[in-house]
């Protein structure tokens, strides 16, 4: 069950859209593809690392609007507390047979901070990059 599960995740991980929305542009990150403009742009804020956490859905289990919305304002609440540099992101399943999950990517977050964050909510993974071509990564985190 176990690996079916992580499997169904995983493929629900690639088809998805992950959007950053800077103050100048919005960008549409897939996984495993190298994002140029969004490189671009990390470097002119000098920004060496990236990632996206949410903290809608722990798991993959469908929560109720309110629950995934008070979920959103704690994570916000932790990024601010950790002082970390950030700018709104959110998911979109490209069938569109998911709720879009608000979250945030956290600029200069190293991955140890990122998956910690995740833990905190449950999250099953990460996506996560460096600037040099801002691939976006996709991390599981170890149960």
């Given at each position: 069950?176990?690996?079916?599960?992580?499997?169904t995740l995983d493929?629900?991980?690639?088809?998805?859209?992950?959007?950053?929305e800077?103050?100048?542009?919005v960008f549409?990150?897939?996984?495993?593809?190298?994002?140029?403009t969004f490189?671009?742009?990390?470097?002119?804020?000098?920004?060496?690392?990236?990632?996206?956490v949410?903290?809608?859905?722990?798991g993959?289990?469908?929560?109720?609007?309110?629950?995934?919305?008070?979920r959103?304002?704690?994570?916000?609440?932790?990024?601010?507390?950790?002082g970390l540099?950030?700018?709104?992101?959110?998911?979109?399943?490209?069938?569109?047979?998911?709720?879009?999950?608000?979250?945030?990517c956290?600029?200069?977050?190293?991955?140890?901070?990122?998956?910690?964050?995740?833990?905190?909510?449950?999250?099953?993974?990460?996506?996560?990059?460096?600037?040099g071509?801002?691939?976006?990564?996709?991390?599981?985190?170890?149960?």
């Amino acid at each position: 069950y176990v690996k079916e599960f992580s499997t169904t995740l995983d493929a629900a991980f690639q088809a998805t859209t992950y959007r950053v929305e800077t103050p100048d542009y919005v960008f549409n990150l897939r996984i495993d593809v190298a994002a140029p403009t969004f490189a671009f742009w990390l470097r002119q804020h000098g920004v060496s690392r990236w990632g996206i956490v949410t903290a809608c859905n722990p798991g993959g289990a469908l929560l109720p609007c309110s629950e995934n919305a008070m979920r959103h304002a704690a994570l916000q609440a932790r990024i601010v507390e950790r002082g970390l540099r950030h700018v709104p992101a959110s998911n979109h399943a490209d069938a569109g047979d998911w709720p879009v999950e608000p979250g945030y990517c956290l600029l200069d977050a190293d991955e140890k901070e990122l998956l910690e964050l995740a833990a905190e909510f449950g999250q099953s993974a990460i996506v996560c990059g460096q600037s040099g071509n801002a691939v976006a990564r996709l991390v599981w985190r170890d149960w």
